[in-house]
């Protein structure tokens, strides 16, 4: 989750937790994690499965932003030719 408009299913690759600082009965106080994951499209995901929803959610909250945006040209966006 990236915010309420980002919600997608993924798979996490690598899972790092690093502790680097402690307090004095040895409780972790400062780590640094780091993740990799693969966002899952829907040909990965069961058709009835809770995954699947998330990412028909995501799809429609797109086409609903898209149709929201105005119409622009490549000029519109700096471009002269692709």
Known sequence: MWGGKRV????????????????????????EIAVTMHVLKDADLPAASFGRRLW????????????????ATLADLGLSAV
């Open 56 to 71: 028909d959610e995501h799809v429609l909250e797109m086409r609903q932003l898209a149709a929201k945006a105005p119409a």
């Open 8 to 31: 997608l299913p993924v798979h996490l690759t690598e899972f790092h937790i690093v502790e680097q600082a402690f307090d004095v009965v040895l409780n972790p106080v400062r780590a």
